[in-house]
């Protein structure tokens, strides 16, 4: 028993790693926020939490003797998922403690804080919220711990196309065809290199992970749907201070091949094809733009968070080509937690990811057995300057610089709307038609020479600049090799693009899915521009 507790605490777990490192104690302060600091803009993802319901099924031995310990319901957020948005916050209130005022939240929408609507999330919005707002700064007279609440908008059911489009939006149906195309190409391949370890797994769990041999609620399953559920039980384990091997019948080495696997699985099914990055970024890249692009709508916003899964600052990283690298943490995956920030000034925007603080497995372990709070191993995380293509990290990068990069990527795949073939009557909640994307003079060569974003012959082609455009800026457009569509767009894609399309919205208050009734509240009164919709 004490061997398999050793190996247990010794274990470093795959791909979204949970990696078993002292904490980090305060982020790096070297670096302060430049003067003429305007407004930050946040990208979190939810915390550690719960194996979702279905490990019941697919790992019932997991369920048995590991599930209880986390002390919250399936797919809940988590004693250590809690500590880590709420030191989140604690780092926003830190980093930003000379830029955002002083003492309890006030109502005058300076803060904004917008969370995709699955309750964790809303949870993890909340506990962040706590970590920039402790009990003890709120009304006096109401309780004598003084909390301060804070509100919290959230998503529309099924109208989301800025948050989680492909899940609870209009892309849905595209996302359900290319998860079911990826599974007939390339799960029973993946099985049969992989059969010894899912027969492992299987043994351990007291379930079969078998292609057609998977039933919940009376369907039938494809495995990748098991193999995550188990995947993610094994990493929340970790996280958490529990015991991944569960109890020792497997072998830390089995459970790190078995990650490695299914993470590689679940990428190719969720993030395969270019065009799945664009529709699970949706309309965000828009909205954040639009945020930060002087001059700014509503200047007394300051601190805007938004807050979801993984997925959707997976796909912003990826459209806007910025690097997912952290600290002991295997590349191109995200710790739970952690954020994309963006610091906005007059001359451009600096980027940051932040990651909670990795406690060793044997601490948390400690704390959860003898029920300390989990957030004294917590402090401020880790900060790293990152940057978006063509920008280097820690300086500034001219707005205009990452709508290249989005309409660049956005050329190759469609817009979500064309790529989900959105309706009109798919778009009941909208302020007229669903969104295409941003201005396009922002996207101009001279705008964009004048920003210092560097325009080349093949950039330069991926937005549809004329040839007439290219020689004021000295160059000679070449063909554009790269003119298949994974979604089959068709070929007057680049010139559809370089028009009017691409125009609508961001300056006078981008079109999209609105989160709400169209009768909504007065403009006089949103604060919040991706709510009411201007």
Same mark, same amino acid.
């Given at each position: ?6 190996? #247990? ?191 492992? #797994? ?58 490695? #696997? ?273």
């Amino acid at each position: 028993r004490a061997a398999m507790q050793g190996a #247990v605490a010794l274990l470093i777990c795959c791909s979204l790693a949970w990696c078993t490192t002292t904490s980090h104690g305060h982020s790096q302060d070297s670096e302060e926020p430049l003067p003429g600091l305007k407004r930050v803009i946040v990208l979190a993802r939810h915390g550690n939490r719960a194996p979702n319901p279905q490990i019941e099924v697919v790992c019932p031995t997991y369920a048995r003797e590991v599930y209880p310990k986390f002390g919250v319901s399936h797919a809940a957020l988590s004693r250590v998922g809690m500590a880590e948005n709420w030191e989140n916050g604690q780092f926003l209130r830190h980093r930003y403690r000379y830029f955002l005022p002083e003492g309890p939240y006030l109502y005058d929408g300076t803060y904004a804080f917008f969370s995709e609507r699955e309750e964790r999330n809303i949870v993890s919005t909340a506990a962040l919220a706590r970590g920039m707002f402790p009990m003890g700064t709120g009304l006096e007279g109401f309780a004598e711990e003084r909390p301060n609440l804070v509100p919290i908008a959230t998503t529309q059911d099924g109208a989301d196309v800025i948050m989680n489009c492909p899940r609870d939006g209009p892309c849905e149906g595209a996302l359900k065809r290319d998860k079911k195309l990826w599974v007939q190409e390339n799960e029973g391949r993946i099985y049969a290199q992989h059969k010894e370890l899912f027969a492992k #797994v299987s043994a351990a769990c007291g379930a079969s992970l078998e292609p057609g041999k998977i039933l919940y609620k009376g369907k039938s399953k494809n495995l990748a749907w098991a193999a995550k559920a188990v995947m993610d039980a094994f990493l929340f384990a970790e996280n958490e201070g529990l015991d991944p091997t569960i109890g020792g019948r497997l072998s830390p080495a089995t459970v790190k091949e078995f990650c490695m #696997v299914v993470e590689g699985m679940v990428s190719g099914m969720n993030y395969g094809k270019p065009h799945q990055i664009t529709y699970w970024a949706g309309d965000f890249i828009p909205t954040m733009l639009r945020l930060a692009r002087q001059p700014l709508p509503e200047p007394v916003n300051k601190l805007h968070v938004f807050l979801n899964h993984r997925e959707l600052l997976y796909a912003v990283s990826h459209m806007l080509g910025i690097p997912i690298e952290f600290p002991g943490v295997a590349k191109d995956s995200l710790p739970s937690g952690s954020s994309l920030l963006m610091e906005v000034y007059d001359e451009g925007v600096r980027l940051f990811f932040w990651s909670p603080s990795q406690p060793q497995w044997k601490q948390k372990a400690h704390y959860l057995k003898h029920q300390r709070p989990m957030l004294h191993l917590f402090k401020h995380g880790t900060l790293q300057p990152v940057a978006a293509a063509g920008c280097v990290p820690g300086k500034l990068c001219p707005v205009e610089a990452l709508a290249f990069a989005f309409v660049a990527f956005v050329r190759k795949t469609g817009t979500y709307v064309q790529i989900c073939n959105v309706s009109l009557e798919e778009t009941y909640f909208a302020r007229g038609e669903a969104s295409l994307g941003i201005l396009e003079h922002w996207v101009k060569p001279q705008v964009l020479a004048a920003r210092g974003v560097n325009v080349t012959p093949h950039s330069a082609a991926a937005i549809g600049l004329t040839s007439d455009d290219a020689a004021a800026l000295g160059f000679t457009l070449e063909e554009d090799a790269e003119s298949t569509h994974d979604v089959g767009a068709s070929d007057s894609l680049p010139a559809l693009l370089a028009c009017a399309s691409l125009s609508l919205s961001l300056a006078t208050g981008f079109v999209g899915f609105r989160l709400g009734k169209r009768a909504g509240r007065a403009d006089a009164e949103a604060f919040v521009p991706y709510v009411q919709l201007s």
